[in-house]
């Protein structure tokens, strides 16, 4: 069974806004960090968005302002808004999360779960 799936990809003009969610199966969502990343083809994978378990986030240069991460512990879901979308957004974003303290901007190696991903793709 997949631990988190994503949804709400697609294409969109520049300027446009898209919401991705991330739906969490059975892990716990309250206690953990959860993320978004995303991977542009022959580009490393970066941290875009995350929370964490107070409910504090943090954002990419590239996207604070214009992105914004929630989550609903009740409908077990992650959310990112994105807003004033940019061609250079365009990407696979993907959900994760990880457990303890820590919760790292740029870290893909401490996510222990993933999603498959949803493109997104701006058109300018």
């Known amino acids: 069974q997949e631990q988190l799936m994503e949804s709400g990809g697609g294409s969109v003009q520049a300027g446009g806004s898209l919401r991705l969610s991330c739906k969490v199966a059975?892990?716990?969502?309250?206690?953990?960090?959860m993320a978004w990343f995303r991977q542009a083809p022959g580009k490393q994978r970066e941290g875009v968005a995350n929370?964490?378990?107070?409910?504090?986030?943090r954002y990419s240069a590239s996207v604070q302002g214009r992105f914004t991460i929630s989550r609903d512990a009740g409908k077990r879901t992650l959310y990112l808004q994105m807003d004033s979308l940019k061609f250079e957004d365009s990407a696979t974003y993907f959900c994760?999360?990880?457990?303890?303290?820590?919760?790292?901007?740029?870290?893909?190696?401490?996510?222990?779960?993933w999603g498959q991903g949803t493109q997104v793709t701006v058109s300018s």
């Open positions: 994760a999360a990880k457990g303890g303290s820590s919760c790292p901007l740029n870290a893909v190696s401490a996510f222990g779960f």
């Open positions: 059975t892990i716990t969502m309250s206690d953990r960090c």
């Open positions: 929370i964490d378990h107070s409910e504090s986030t």
